[in-house]
């Protein structure tokens, strides 16, 4: 029996509200992250994430009641990132009813917290995202991944929304995060991501094919194909929409049935 691949439509939140417009018929208010989600529950989503880009550090309160009320009112396992920084965090954003809990920029400041949090919490809880940019000038040490044009490139880790590269090679941190405990790599591409133009599929294959734990893939959707594509190409185990779902060119279940129909195995 293959492993089924998951579909999870990602919302952005600012202080408790859902920031990227949405287009569905019927919501009495589209800013409700937990409406929305209730809405990708009722479509056959397997997971949703909620991605808190609050700028204020010292606001976790509005994060934290919002997961409350999710967890109370869906029944599909919730995983939320955005601003989490120390194993308390994470205690706390658990204790409020995710069930997965995704860092990024904390994890490559301090790699160890992926150990701690891993430790005390269950790999299966633990999300890294990795966001990357492809970096043209290749050097010794790095990790060549050839791009559909035949050019090669080494694909560089990038913090603070993409703005500030680590000169880490992304292959070799993802193989990183999943030694020190991180039970899933939520992949962005800042080369695909807001283009619609499709996954980025050289480096989700490369990462997929370079760890033994689920990769998400993120960032480019803009068909029914690219979904297709990510699996397939990109070899990844799940993927990740966000625009695509909110302003409703398709729902969950229309990509889950266009997978099914090309022998992708999916839960419908």
């Known amino acids: 029996m293959a492993l089924t691949r998951r579909i999870i439509p990602c919302l952005d939140i600012k202080d408790g509200r859902v920031v990227k417009g949405t287009h569905f018929e019927g ?15 009722e479509q056959g989503a397997d997971e949703v994430v909620f991605l808190d880009i609050t700028a204020s550090k010292e606001n976790r309160g509005t994060i934290l009641s919002v997961i409350g009320r999710a967890a109370d009112q869906l029944f599909l396992p919730l995983t939320v990132g955005g601003g989490i920084r120390s194993v308390d965090d994470i205690q706390q954003t658990l204790r409020a009813g995710a069930d997965k809990v995704s860092i990024n920029t904390s994890a490559v400041t301090d790699p160890s917290l992926i150990d701690r949090a891993a430790a005390r919490f269950g790999t299966q809880c633990i999300v890294v995202a990795i966001d990357v940019r492809a970096n043209p000038v290749m050097q010794e040490g790095k990790t060549p991944v050839v791009l559909p044009d035949g050019r090669e490139v080494w694909y560089e880790v990038v913090t603070m929304g993409g703005s500030h590269p680590t000169g880490i090679d992304a292959v070799r941190w993802a193989q990183e995060v999943e030694a020190r405990g991180a039970g899933e790599i939520l992949l962005t591409s800042m080369e695909t991501d807001g283009t619609k133009e499709g996954f980025d599929i050289p480096i989700t294959r490369a990462i997929s094919e370079g760890v033994g734990i689920p990769v998400i893939a993120s960032g480019g959707v803009g068909t029914l194909e690219h979904f297709y594509d990510g699996f397939v190409l990109g070899k990844a185990d799940a993927c990740l929409a966000a625009s695509v779902f909110h302003y409703g060119e398709f729902t969950v279940r229309q990509v889950k049935e266009y997978l099914a129909a090309r022998d992708i195995p999916v839960r419908l």
Not at 27 to 41: F, K, Q, S, W
């Open 27 to 41: 919501l009495r208010d589209a800013g409700d992250p937990v409406e929305l989600a209730a809405r990708y529950n």
